[in-house]
Nanobody, 114 residues
Framework: QVQLVESGGGLVQPGGSLRLSCAAS????????MGWYRQAPERQRELVAT???????VYADSVKGRFTISRDSAKNTLYLQMNSLKPEDTAIYYC????????WGQGTQVTVSS
């Protein structure tokens, strides 16, 4: 049973940057497509980006060009570099497989505000 722990969120000004981390208890990155998801207040959880076991990345149109998903398989860690942040990016961010199959972690709050 894989455990996922997200971290790195916080309060940032519009246009700022933040780097999120996702630590996994098992070596899931080598056999699964991994993804970052987010859920804004009163909104449904949405997929932000994915990275395949081969390193191929896919991004939602809303974040393309601003966010970068990466991984360190040896450390069982997934990352999301977020640049040029907008208030619309405010949400709780989660990691999971794609499609999601592991138990959801607590997520990490990202707030973009002046």
């Amino acid at each position: 049973q894989v455990q996922l722990v997200e971290s790195g969120g916080g309060l940032v000004q519009p246009g700022g940057s933040l780097r999120l981390s996702c630590a996994a208890s098992g070596s899931i990155f080598s056999i699964n497509v991994m993804g970052w998801y987010r859920q804004a207040p009163e909104r449904q959880r949405e997929l932000v980006a994915t990275i395949s076991k081969g390193g191929t990345t896919v991004y939602a149109d809303s974040v393309k060009g601003r966010f970068t998903i990466s991984r360190d398989s040896a450390k069982n860690t997934l990352y999301l570099q977020m640049n040029s942040l907008k208030p619309e990016d405010t949400a709780i961010y989660y990691c999971n497989t794609y499609p999601p199959g592991a138990r959801w972690g607590q997520g990490t709050q990202v707030t973009v505000s002046s």
